[in-house]
């Protein structure tokens, strides 16, 4: 992605602020089922008893999604991307807009595409056997919803491992009338990348092939969670991206002294943590999950798979600032640079000196909404849902049961079943070494983390948490979207062996 593909600059919203547009938000959770297609535009429509057909609607994206070699790493490597790069196409709309996205699938295999953190048409969510067919190879598909929320969001395929191989990328909705001003819009899409086929890699955890040095157990000193605890992994990958680039090969964007920026940190993600800081610079964290939080200042922020975070920086001077992306568990990260005119493009070697506190993973709890978020009233179904494993065979449940995913053909767990305005409870308790970054399909909740941590009136919007070893979280969300939802482990191989449960509304 080049510096003109991950940026948006517009004069400084300094003398625009419209504040209070954040309470505009506040019913986005209650919104009722999903929707169908909107009409053409009228001025597409063929006139009453013409015989002729309307003009089939007008796409403003088309992902030509393909498979091709690349070797962002220098090692070639199968991938499958949109419109030939990587990551994908950035989608950018402005709050209000039609989505309207033309896929094609020019390959020889299926895939789907799941618009993550999206309030969709059920039957456009892109989870195969679920809420859609697969595309068929050769095959297009057009979808159409309207945009019913803002922030920073991302798109990747729910089809086998596909998502591993570059199926992914990001999906922004810009707000109307800004709360928070700044100079710069810059999308910064972080992604973990593999040099070998992923569909090897459980075979290779279980010893049911040869190892590589992507799943042996990774040399000690790996880079830990805030507090110096360690953090387990599944693969060591050989390295990280940040919008597209290695860190040999690094991003870069211009920036000048006094620049107020807006950076829409994305971990896209298959099986990574990431601990991100921006050099000498504090960040003000204003969004977490594309919904607005009350801004919390962090020196850094740990950023879960599939998590957003928006974050305000300042660039205080002029100069070379490295934006640091340390994948927790391992020695490696990956870093972008901001500069002002002339300075250095290279990053800082090394692995990153943190400052300040911790925001994100490292403290949920400083998350806060700017509105209330308590939920209607209604009957309360809840569910207490252990998030379990047998690392002897890689195998992950949600609550003792596995879902029948490619490497558990047997797995037969039941939908979990809620009904229309229920209020929905779930607790969940991590009984593993591994954090599980739970994401449900076609929802917020309200993350409660440690009933009475905080004032759950104000509890923040997501659609993503991060439950660590040992950890005892409650979310809860209104049921008001109809259909046949994916809840699920965001990290792709802790999915793709049984740790997943479908959420069915019944009549």
Known sequence: ???????????????????????????????????????????????????????????????????????????????ILVNGTNPGTEI?????????????????????????????????DGVPKITQYPLAPGQSVFMEYPLRQTGSYWYHSHYGLQEQQGLRGPLIIEEKRPVHDYDKDITVFMTDWLDQSPYGIIPQIRNEQTQTSAVKTPVAGGEPFPGEKPFGIDVDYPGYLMNGKSLEDPWTMQVRQGDRLRLRLINGSTATFFRVDLEDHDMEIIAADGQPVVPTTAGNVVIAIAERYDVLVTIKKSGSFTLNAAALGTKRKVAGVLHTPGASKKPTIGRPTWRGVSGGIADYAALKSPYPTILPEGPVRTFEIDLGGKMSGYLWSMANEYYPEMFVPEGDASPLQIRYKDRVRVRFTNSTMMYHPMHLHGHFYRLLSKPGAWDETH????????????QKIDIEFYADNPGQWFFHCHNLYHLAAGMAREVVYMA
């Open 459 to 470: 509890a923040p919007l997501k659609d993503t948490v991060a439950v660590g070893p040992g």
């Open 92 to 124: 950018r709309y402005t709050e209000g807009d039609m989505f309207k996205v033309l896929l094609n699938n020019t390959m020889q295999n299926p895939c789907t595409v799941h618009w993550h953190g999206m309030i969709v048409p059920n039957y456009m």
């Open 1 to 79: 992605m080049s510096e003109s593909d991950s940026s948006t600059t517009r004069p400084s919203r300094r003398d625009a602020i419209v504040a209070g547009t954040a309470g505009a938000m506040a019913p986005f959770m209650f919104l009722g089922s999903a929707q169908g297609r909107s009409k053409p535009p009228q001025d597409d429509a063929a006139p009453a008893g013409s015989g002729v057909m309307p003009s089939a609607p007008k796409p403003d994206y088309v992902f030509d999604i393909e498979s091709r070699s690349v070797a962002p790493l220098g090692t070639p490597t199968d991938a």
